[in-house]
């Protein structure tokens, strides 16, 4: 049975995005290896040749997807920046799980995509969504010029913030909020355990701490 169904007569760039809608749905249900053109083209109810209009390979439309994904992610970093600094960061986790949740087949897609099939191409899309949360986290925080040890934290962070979301999403045992709100105590811990080593971070850490 399809998973996408939608009228026979559209424009190319809607077929095209019927091919990857179809390929992320199943890219997050199973490997990579074992998705076939075949699979994609049934899923998006079209015949395979009609498939190689739009790409060329299975690792085409892979990297396709996986960039498809990965902007719908990064779309959700660029909320207002109002209130407190601890207010901003709890909506940006808060829009990255509900993401997560509403989108959960390209999610697990795009993380897979960065670890279990790794290559060059995969590994530039899921490190540009982790650039773009890290940058938006400095600029959110004032930090023009971050040190090597601030970045560190970041990049160590939004590691937790993904394998954390992603066991989340398959176990489902913890209060969304409780989730969120871990992940903001996960955060404030590791960059005051920087600030301790670190004269810059030290100077921001009072931007972020609770009031």
């Given at each position: 049975m399809s998973l996408v169904r939608?009228?026979?007569r559209?424009?190319?760039e809607q077929r095209r995005?019927?091919?990857l809608q179809a390929a992320i749905e199943l890219y997050g249900t199973r490997p990579y290896e074992q998705v076939s053109i075949d699979d994609i083209a049934a899923a998006a109810d079209v015949s395979r040749a009609l498939f190689y209009r739009y790409f060329s390979s299975p690792s085409e439309i892979y990297v396709a997807a996986l960039r498809f994904a990965a902007d719908g992610l990064i779309a959700r970093f660029a909320a207002p920046a109002e209130g407190p600094l601890l207010d901003q960061l709890r909506s940006l986790i808060g829009e990255f799980i509900a993401f997560a949740e509403s989108h959960a087949a390209a999610f697990v897609a795009l993380l897979?995509?960065?670890s279990v099939v790794a290559t060059a191409e995969t590994g530039a899309v899921v490190d540009d969504v982790r650039r773009h949360a890290v940058a938006e986290i400095l600029a959110r925080a004032g930090v023009k010029e971050p040190s090597p040890l601030a970045l560190l934290t970041l990049n160590c962070w939004t590691a937790v913030v993904e394998g954390t979301t992603?066991?989340?999403l398959q176990e489902?045992?913890?209060p969304r909020q409780d989730l969120e709100n871990w992940l903001v105590d996960q955060l404030l811990a590791m960059v005051s355990a920087t600030a301790a080593y670190d004269a810059g971070t030290a100077k921001v850490i009072g931007t972020?701490?609770?009031p």
């Open positions: 939608t009228p026979r559209m424009a190319p995005m019927q091919l897979r995509g960065g992603l066991t989340w489902r045992n913890l972020v701490a609770r």
